[in-house]
């Protein structure tokens, strides 16, 4: 199993960028997926994740100004992220926690990581 990250890049404050994250390889079913952030010298932090069913959780410091979204068939989640500051600067990763089989244990895979950079 392989999670992709790309969208990444330099924006000026107040800016927008989309990341996404498609997972491949032999996958059964995806439960929850999401996105972290790591800041340099900093530890990794929750961004926001969504389930199958759709529900959704954000972490307070991007409400209102992130939207995370999902593609069941393709399994793919999206980071909308609009209204850009510069305090979100970091490393973003996104996961899935997956079953490869229908007997198989859910386990959470990892993608690489893009970098996000906000100019102020």
């Known amino acids: 199993v392989q999670l992709q990250a790309c969208g990444g890049g330099l924006v000026q404050a107040g800016g927008s960028l989309r990341l996404s994250c498609a997972a491949s390889g032999s996958i059964f079913s995806i439960n929850a997926m999401g996105w972290y952030r790591q800041a340099p010298g900093k530890e990794r932090e929750l961004v926001a994740t969504?389930?199958?069913?759709?529900?959704?959780n954000y972490a307070d410091s991007v409400k209102g100004r992130f939207t995370i979204s999902r593609d069941n068939a393709k399994n793919t989640v999206y980071l909308q992220m609009n209204s850009l500051k510069p305090e979100d600067t970091a490393v973003y990763y996104c996961?899935?926690?997956?079953?490869?089989?229908?007997?198989?244990?859910?386990?959470?895979?990892w993608g690489q990581g893009t970098q996000v950079t906000v100019s102020s």
């Open positions: 969504i389930t199958s069913g759709g529900s959704i």
């Open positions: 996961n899935a926690d997956l079953k490869r089989t229908i007997i198989s244990t859910p386990r959470v895979y």
